[in-house]
């Protein structure tokens, strides 16, 4: 088993940056791969980024890229998300989860998943 728990979340002005924590726990998380997504208010839960073990190999959602930078430190157990350049449409729940598999996955290809964080961009 696998926890996850995100964190980082909050309020910025458009523009602005915030970077994203997901720590795990129970097992080691170099042997999952690491994705973050985000739901917003009546929507399904979109890709936004992933990272492989190793964290040399990265895939973007084509909303995000160039602003969000996703990476991973397997010493600390934890994942990230930086985003920069934040727009109001990227307001949303933002969730950390971890695959045995890689790639452009949906979120059902993902066996683990944390509780989410609130990033809200204000315009």
């Known amino acids: 088993q696998v926890q996850l728990v995100e964190s980082g979340g909050g309020l910025v002005q458009a523009g602005g940056s915030l970077r994203l924590s997901c720590a795990a726990s129970?097992?080691?998380?170099?042997?999952?791969?690491m994705g973050w997504f985000r739901q917003r208010p009546g929507s399904e839960r979109e890709f936004v980024a992933i990272?492989?073990?190793?964290?040399?190999?990265?895939r973007y959602a084509g909303s995000v890229k160039e602003r969000f930078t996703i990476s991973r430190d397997n010493t600390e157990n934890t994942g990230y998300l930086r985003m920069t350049g934040l727009k109001p449409e990227d307001t949303a729940v933002y969730f950390c989860?971890?695959?045995?598999?890689?790639?452009?996955?949906?979120?059902?290809?993902?066996?683990?998943w944390g509780q989410g964080t609130q990033v809200t961009v204000s315009s």
């Open positions: 989860a971890a695959a045995l598999a890689y790639g452009y996955m949906g979120p059902s290809q993902y066996t683990y």
């Open positions: 129970g097992r080691t998380i170099s042997d999952y791969a």
């Open positions: 990272i492989d073990w190793s964290g040399r190999s990265t």
